[in-house]
């Protein structure tokens, strides 16, 4: 179990091998301590004190690589370097490597040519290969994922945009729901308490401890891992986590039923209208033009402004004068069970209610 708890003591000494996988000046460490726990913590080469104000104590050497994630997430969150401490991180847990994955040949060659400018990582993810390559100049990080390893080494070499950039991204680590179990709890079926989706887990630690985990679904992440007290505190939170899990299960499925059960009523000839913009509204219409079971066929159509000045204007649909090319789209149930069709990442169309609608103005941005 993790304990986060304020740092009261001295100078931290650091080892050759510590400082020597340091990086942006600061190493993650692990000290035992004399009560048998194990204190993980983020420490400045320069003064041997914590740069984080919590450290965290485990009471079982298997939760370290846990408690290690824990930090650097802590940290990572503050606005520490993206680069912080990753070798203290390969450190406790590493991604299978170029060799593991059986690298061979030009691609081979390609990954060596790149590991010269750039931090790389090569990783199996449940079937799929992925790289990420970080720049050490500017730190901006380039995810690829493809089905072969030397799919996503290629494009990596060729510098193809990656499937993810930004500045700020972090080499993401998925853990499977057992990354979190002791080797003995893996080998112990969890309690599933009936009508739920949970999955809990209890134990009581050598030195007495009593702890537990939960999961729902299919989740690797677990809702909560805790450490007890008492036998009551940790029995009152697994039968509050029952009855939220059974709330939150019946309200989706209720959800789920609605909307199966629900028809929208949209005919050749029906208008919708979209709303959309930044810092600007814009204001576009669209007529149905056929109707397949569930789905129909829609078209952008003209507008036109009846009211209004040159900054806003309140703007009507011009019924049959088509401007756009033919969309298929599956109506879902909008605001008060109005007709709302997803039309791109950023708008949506809405069952017109035959009001003019506002938009800005050709001297107001638009």
Not at 349 to 355: I, L, P, R, T, V
């Amino acid at each position: 179990m993790l304990h986060h708890k304020d740092y009261n003591g001295g100078t931290i000494q650091l080892t050759p091998k510590e400082i020597a996988r340091a990086d942006e000046g600061y190493t993650v460490v692990v000290r035992p301590q004399p009560d048998g726990t194990q204190m993980v913590s983020a420490v400045a080469v320069a003064t041997g004190k914590p740069v984080w104000p919590k450290v965290i104590y485990v009471d079982d050497p298997s939760e370290i690589r846990l408690a290690v994630h824990d930090m650097l997430r802590m940290m990572n969150k503050t606005g520490f370097p993206g680069g912080m401490a990753d070798r203290s991180r390969d450190r406790f847990w590493e991604k299978p490597k170029a060799a593991a994955l059986k690298v061979a040949g030009n691609t081979a060659q390609q990954l060596e040519e790149l590991t010269e400018g750039w931090r790389v990582e090569l990783w199996s993810d449940g079937g799929s290969y992925v790289i990420g390559v970080q720049q050490n100049s500017s730190g901006r990080t380039h995810i690829y994922r493809g089905s072969s390893v030397a799919n996503v080494v290629s494009r990596a070499w060729a510098g193809e945009p990656g499937d993810k950039a930004a500045s700020t991204e972090k080499f993401a680590v998925a853990f499977p729901r057992e990354y979190y179990l002791t080797p003995e709890l893996k080998s112990q079926p969890p309690f599933v308490p009936e009508g739920t989706d949970l999955a809990i887990w209890k134990w009581t630690n050598p030195s007495g401890t009593l702890g537990a985990i939960a999961f729902a679904a299919k989740q690797n992440k677990p809702l909560w891992f805790y450490s007890f007290k008492n036998e009551a505190t940790r029995e009152a939170l697994i039968n509050d986590t029952i009855l939220s899990r059974k709330s939150r299960m019946k309200m989706m499925q209720d959800r789920k039923d609605e909307k199966a059960g629900w028809a929208h009523s949209l005919v050749v000839g029906s208008i919708l209208y979209s709303s959309w913009g930044y810092d600007q509204t814009n204001i576009d219409f669209y007529e149905v033009t056929a109707v397949a079971g569930k789905s129909v066929v829609i078209r952008e159509i003209a507008k036109k402004a009846v009211s209004g000045d040159s900054f806003t204007e309140s703007v009507v649909p011009v019924k049959g004068r088509f401007v756009g090319q033919a969309m298929k789209k599956l109506p879902s149930k909008g605001y008060q069970g109005r007709a709302s069709i997803r039309l791109t990442t950023y708008s949506s169309a809405w069952e017109w209610d035959g009001k003019p609608k506002s938009q800005t103005g050709p001297h107001g941005g638009h």
